[in-house]
C-alpha cells in the first residue's frame, strides 16, 4: 500500500476526533484499543480489511508465556520469571533487556487477563516433536529450550500455550474482538491508514485515511497507535536491507496487508527503524518426530546444527549453507515423510532418493569422496556413547543410521516449503512509544505488533508464540500509556462534528 508524507494541520479537515486513534485490528491493536478503553479513553479504531484479525487470526494461536503458568505448575514445571528471562536473554540477545523483563515478570499476569476475555487454556501437556500439534493440549514445547547451549543459559521448560486443538488464532481474536465490542469501541473497516498528522511543534495529532476513493481525516486527542502488521509482503525491502526472507523460494505467511505500511508511516515521522535484516524464516522438516533423529547435512556432506533446536534455528543454519542447500539423512527406522507441504504448499520435503549403502547415497548427491561415509560413521559412533561431541544435540534425539534402506529428504531452500515473518521495524520504548535516532519518542506516536520488534529480533532464536505474546502485552501497555497522555489536540467544541461512515461499528 502507498503512503504519504505525513500532513500538516493545514493540509486536512478533521472528519471526526477521538481519544487514542489505532491504525489496524490485529492481536496487538485490539489489546491496545482494549486497554485504551478500559482506561477510559475514547477509541477509534481504523482497520484495512473486512473483518480485521491480521495475523493473529490466521495463526496457529500460540502465545508463548511462563514464569510459572497454571498449566506449568500443573505439569511439575516450576518456571519462574528469572528463568524465563534468562532464556530470552540467550536465544534474543539484541532484544531489550528492559522488555524482556517486562513480559516475564508480567507473563503470568497477562495469562489470567488472557483467561479473563474468554481465552480457554486446560492444563494437559503435549511431549513431543511438531512444529504445531493437532491436538488440544495447551502446553507445548515451542523453542529451543531443551537444546544446548540455551539449555544450559536457564533451566528448560515448555512455555508455548494454545487455546485449543489445531490452528486456532481465530479463536483469541474473536475474544478480543468481543471485547471491543463490549467496551463500545469504534472500528471503521475497509479503510487504510495512508498518512499520519502533524502540529507545528512535531506532534502526531491524527491520521489520514482512505476509503472509497477518497481521503479522510481523524485528529487523535492523545495519540496515535501504529498495529498495521509487518512487512514480509514487501520483499524488496527486506532484500534492501539484507534480509534472508528476500531470497527466491521463501513465501511470506502472514496477511497480504504485512506489507510494511506502519513502518512507512512512523518514517514519515523520523521514527527510528531497526532490525529489517531479520525475519523469522522457518521449514520443519518434523514431524514425524522420529526424523529429529536422522541428521542434516549440506553440500559437502557435513553435518552444521543440532537437528533437535527449533525450526527456525534449523532453517536458518540451513540459509547459511552453500547454496542453501541441505538433506536430512536417516534410515529405514527413523524413516518418514515430512507432513508441513502437505498442508501449507505444493513445496515438500521431497524424498530424493533410497540406497542400500552410504557411498553410493554420497556420489548420487554430488558430495565429497568420503564425507558422508565419515560423517554418519561419527554420529553413529556419538548415538552409541550417548554424547554428541560436534553440536550436542539431546541424547533423546541420538539413534545410529544403520537399517537400509537410508534415505534423503531435500531441505534445500528452492525445493522444499520456506516461509517467513518479519521482524523489524519501528524502535520503541517498553510502552510502546516510537523513537528517534536520538532515543526520544516522537510525541503522540506509539507503534505495537510486528510494526515494532520487541521480544523477537533475531530469527534463529524465535519460539513460536513471541510474536503474539508481544504484540497483546506490549499492545495493552502501549494502549494504556497513550490515553494517559495529555490532550494535545482537539476539534473547536462548537463544531459540529460530520457523520462518520456507515460502516462504522
Not at 65 to 76: D, F, H, M, S
Not at 405 to 424: E, H, K, N, T, W
Amino acid at each position: 500500500m502507498k503512503t504519504e508524507a505525513a500532513k500538516t494541520l493545514d493540509e486536512v479537515t478533521f472528519a471526526t476526533t477521538a481519544d487514542v486513534v489505532i491504525a489496524g485490528l490485529g492481536g496487538a491493536g485490539a489489546s491496545a484499543a482494549i486497554a485504551a478503553a478500559e482506561a477510559g479513553a475514547e477509541v477509534l479504531v481504523i482497520e484495512r480489511t473486512s473483518g480485521g484479525g491480521g495475523s493473529t487470526a490466521m495463526s496457529g494461536g500460540f502465545i508463548y508465556l511462563g514464569g510459572g503458568t497454571p498449566p506449568q505448575k500443573a505439569n511439575g514445571f516450576a518456571d519462574t520469571p528469572e528463568n524465563m528471562a534468562r532464556f530470552l536473554k540467550a536465544t534474543q540477545p539484541k532484544a531489550a533487556v528492559d522488555k524482556i523483563e517486562a513480559y516475564c515478570e508480567g507473563s503470568v499476569g497477562h495469562y489470567d487477563w488472557l483467561m479473563s476475555l474468554g481465552v480457554t487454556f486446560n492444563e494437559r501437556y503435549f511431549d513431543g516433536k511438531h512444529f504445531h500439534p493437532h491436538s488440544d493440549e495447551t502446553l507445548v514445547w515451542t523453542g529451543s529450550e531443551a537444546c544446548w547451549p540455551l539449555s544450559e543459559a536457564a533451566e528448560p521448560f515448555p512455555r508455548g500455550h494454545k487455546p485449543g486443538g489445531g490452528f486456532v488464532g481465530h479463536l483469541l481474536f474473536d475474544r478480543l474482538l468481543q471485547r471491543l465490542h463490549e467496551l463500545k469501541v469504534r472500528v471503521i473497516y475497509d479503510a487504510a491508514v495512508n498518512a499520519l498528522v502533524r502540529d507545528e511543534a512535531g506532534a502526531v495529532v491524527g491520521v489520514q485515511y482512505r476509503q472509497e476513493g477518497r481521503n479522510m481525516a481523524v485528529a487523535a486527542r492523545k495519540g496515535v497507535v501504529l498495529a498495521t502488521g509487518g512487512c514480509e509482503w514487501d520483499r524488496d525491502l527486506g532484500l534492501a536491507h539484507g534480509s534472508k526472507a528476500g531470497r527466491e523460494g521463501i513465501a511470506p505467511l502472514g496477511v497480504p496487508t504485512a506489507d510494511g505500511s506502519g513502518i512507512a508511516l512512523g518514517q514519515s515521522m523520523d521514527a527510528a527503524i531497526v532490525g529489517l535484516d531479520q525475519s523469522m524464516i522457518t521449514s520443519p522438516f518434523y514431524p514425524p518426530a522420529s526424523l529429529v533423529k536422522g541428521i542434516l547435512v549440506n553440500s559437502e556432506g557435513r553435518r552444521f546444527v543440532a537437528e533437535d533446536v527449533y525450526h527456525a534455528w534449523s532453517t536458518d543454519a540451513i540459509l547459511s549453507q552453500p547454496e542453501g542447500k541441505a538433506y536430512l539423512i536417516c534410515d529405514n527406522v527413523n524413516f518418514g515423510r515430512p507432513e508441513l507441504g502437505d498442508i501449507r504448499s505444493e513445496r515438500k520435503h521431497e524424498v530424493v532418493d533410497a540406497w542400500d549403502n552410504i557411498p553410493e547415497m554420497e556420489a548420487d548427491l554430488g558430495m565429497p569422496e568420503g564425507s558422508l561415509v565419515e560423517t554418519i560413521g561419527n554420529y553413529n559412533r556419538y548415538a552409541a556413547t550417548g554424547y554428541d561431541e560436534e553440536f550436542r544435540k539431546n541424547p533423546k534425539w541420538l539413534a545410529p543410521i544403520s537399517e537400509i534402506p537410508y534415505a534423503a529428504i531435500d531441505c534445500s531452500v528452492g525445493s522444499a516449503y520456506f516461509c517467513c515473518i518479519s521482524l523489524g521495524g519501528v524502535d520503541t520504548d517498553i510502552d510502546g512509544r516510537a523513537l528517534k535516532a536520538d532515543g526520544t519518542p516522537v510525541p503522540g506516536l506509539y507503534a505495537v505488533g510486528q510494526v515494532a520488534p520487541n521480544l523477537s529480533v533475531e530469527g534463529w532464536g524465535y519460539a513460536s508464540g513471541l510474536l503474539i505474546g508481544g504484540a497483546t502485552f506490549f499492545g495493552r501497555r502501549a494502549g494504556k500509556a497513550a490515553a494517559a497522555e495529555p490532550v494535545r489536540h482537539a476539534l473547536d467544541p462548537g463544531s459540529k462534528y460530520p457523520e462518520l461512515p456507515a460502516d462504522v461499528a
